[in-house]
């Protein structure tokens, strides 16, 4: 997919990238952990090369990296790479930091062994930006390469909604300013969908406390 063939598409990505280079340190200060999930689907794996695609402040990088010998983050924030850097500096462990985005993975083909995205493609406009961004997790996976994605989904309790929808969520600054982020929320059929359109081969599918995961391989 080519991003400037879509520049409705790519604007709203644009926002939501903004939106992260305002908030980006006051997110690390308070989505400190990593999604429980991350850490039940690394249990046990290990490989040379793992790929954290939308890495926010690396905390997902930070578990990937007691598995491989090498992490590459990517994110469209330079803030938050900046965080995913203070993060790794702060408690030993080394990211690759790439600016870049996920339709558009700046990584080559089948080098990644493990990857994790999770917290990311919701932020994507239309569901053809999202299988796009599958696709490419699917490419840079090696031949036994593993990954798990992650999602909120209308099960979350803050919704009311049954099906899958678009919305804006505003993240509140300590002075009150209130930054707008786009989310599209996953009804668990819908995403099931998604992921099945896409390249990836499905091993399981679920969701649990209001989100929705797939774990796959390359297809």
Known sequence: MILSELSEDYEVVKEVMRAYEKIGSHFSQTRFHPWPEVGKFLEELSGDVALDMGCGNGRHSELLSKCVERVVGVDMSSMMLLETVNRG?????????????????????????????????????????????????????????????????????????????DTLVNWTLPDGTKVPRYYHIYDIEEFERDVNASRLEVIDIYSNEGNCYAVVNKG
């Open 89 to 165: 500096e702060n408690n030993g462990f080394e990211v690759n930091s790439i600016r870049g985005n996920v339709m558009e993975l700046p990584v080559r083909t089948e080098c990644i062994d493990i990857g994790v995205y999770v917290a990311t493609i919701h932020h994507l406009p239309t569901a053809e930006c999202r299988i796009a961004s599958l696709n490419e997790l699917e490419r840079v996976l090696t031949t036994n390469g593993i990954s798990i994605v992650g999602s909120w989904c209308t099960e979350h309790e803050r919704f009311d909604e049954e099906r899958g929808f």
